[in-house]
């Protein structure tokens, strides 16, 4: 038989208690705990009522003490719900200093992230009984709330320049030892690497282009350079294609065969030895796909999470931003792109890891090369992100195509470095062989 504890809801009084009586005793103290507390976080509704005061009366930049809190509580008919006067006068009895004030806030949330827990956990338990409800939507209903919640731990804070001067010059000492190296992951183009110097932790990245001039090809070859030769693991979240599409494209980059011969099977003997060869080079590569269709931004942010955890990736392509699904589809699709966008970079934030990201383009973009406002369907992508990159190149006719050797010859294209947060921008040119769906570097093109 389950004890009266089992039943009472986690919860303690007496931080919460101190908490206030720590706010009455100093007004300076509310700006640290209110970084982490809300009113709902308290268990007894009388604290609620008085924490609510103590915001009111701090948001509008007054000066609270025991008076004021209980003038506040008044005047808006909830002195009596808050306990009355007998009750608020109390509080500062049960602390002698402020001291403390953070230690018990703390207290105050871990029982309020227990109760919120038991609330989920029974809410999981009712639907997963109800037979009408589908499993994957239970299982996404459920991430997101375990991940809002585990959201609601986080802390806001701030460092003087006491703090950061000696961290920034022991980086700064430490590339200028290293100097030539890359500070980041490099992308393996090297006039792209010289201007970015690498793709940086928790950078938001962009790739944007037109459909069939090579966003995704562009993507692979930069996630097979690092993880087939560099062995840095690396995640590719397609979006689009299967993994066994994205697997023969690796295939014919990294053998050098033309990707039509191994589509419909023409291959010649040495063919296969050069894939045997490519394939040894690939087995032991820390490359991770994943190819789900349809996949909601929740999704995407629990595989990064479970990627990093289990696999330490050091970047994640996704491929691409417009095929990612929201939770909320019925806000327009330019602010689920919004939401999408300042998700992802705050999921690089987290992760501490580049993000790259492909996006399309507008229409009108085409023939031209694009700039920053012809990313489709939200401004916000070219504001969230700290580099942003178009691939351009003039569409070819049969004609083009007799003159420069044929549907198989190299196209010069043009990668336009348009927005960089922390670096310079410009235009630099590399190869893309049609024929394997690889890009190459110019100069080590032979």
């Known amino acids: ?41 308290f268990y007894s509704l009388q604290n609620q009522k008085i924490f609510s005061a103590i915001l009111r009366l701090y ?34 009895d049960k602390v002698p200093t402020s001291a403390n004030v953070e230690y018990y806030a703390q207290i105050v949330l871990e029982h ?22 589908e499993c994957v939507d239970i299982l996404e209903e459920s991430q997101k709330l375990i991940f809002d919640l585990s959201d609601s731990r986080s802390t806001t804070t701030y460092k003087s320049l006491q703090e950061l001067v000696s961290p920034t010059i022991e980086n700064i000492e430490k590339i200028y030892k290293h100097r030539g190296d890359y500070t980041g992951i490099p992308a393996g183009f090297s006039d792209l690497d ?52 994205l697997m023969q494209r690796l295939v014919a980059m990294e053998a050098n065969i033309r990707a039509d011969l191994i589509r419909n099977g023409r291959l010649s003997i040495n063919d296969f030895k050069q894939i045997q060869d490519a394939a ?45 699904g929201n939770e909320n589809s ?34 009108d973009a ?20 700290d580099l942003v990159m178009f691939l351009h190149r003039e569409r070819k006719s049969n004609n083009t195509e007799e003159e420069s050797g044929g549907k198989f010859a190299p196209v010069m294209t043009k990668l336009i470095l348009a927005k960089q947060r922390n670096g310079p921008i410009g235009d630099i040119e590399i190869l893309y062989l049609p024929q394997i769906t690889k890009f190459v570097n110019k100069d080590k093109y032979h």
């Open 194 to 245: 010289n201007m970015t110097s690498g793709f940086q932790k928790s950078e938001l990245i962009i790739i944007g282009a037109r459909p069939s001039i090579g966003k995704t090809a562009l993507a692979l070859t930069m996630a097979a350079d690092i993880a087939i030769h560099k062995k840095i693991p690396t995640g590719f979240m397609s979006l689009e294609m299967s993994d066994m599409q």
């Open 330 to 363: 019925n806000i327009p699709r330019h602010e689920q792109i919004a939401e999408i966008s300042r998700s992802l970079k705050s999921l690089a934030r987290e992760l501490e890891i580049p993000v790259v990201v492909l996006s399309q383009v507008r229409r």
């Open 112 to 133: 309020s992230i227990r109760r919120s827990l038991i609330k989920i956990s029974s809410s999981i338990i009712a639907k997963a009984h109800d037979e009408t409800s």
């Open 1 to 41: 038989m389950a004890s009266l504890k089992d039943k009472v809801p986690p919860h303690n009084l007496e931080a919460e208690q101190a908490t206030l009586g720590a706010l009455l005793y100093d007004w300076d103290a509310v700006g640290t705990v209110i970084r982490f507390l809300r009113a709902d976080r």
């Open 280 to 324: 040894a080079r690939m087995y032991e590569a820390p490359l991770y796909i994943i190819d789900t269709p349809n996949m909601k931004l929740l999704d995407v942010r629990a595989i990064a999470r479970r990627l990093k955890l289990q696999k330490n990736i050091q970047i994640l392509f996704i491929d691409y931003i417009g095929l990612i």
């Open 59 to 92: 948001n509008r930049g007054q000066i609270g003490d025991l008076l004021t809190i209980i003038e506040e509580l008044r005047q808006s008919g909830e002195l009596d719900a808050a306990g009355g006067v007998a009750y608020v006068s109390e509080l500062t």
């Open 366 to 385: 085409e023939g031209q090369a694009p700039g920053l406002a012809d990313l489709r369907e939200s401004g916000a992508i070219e504001q969230d992100a």
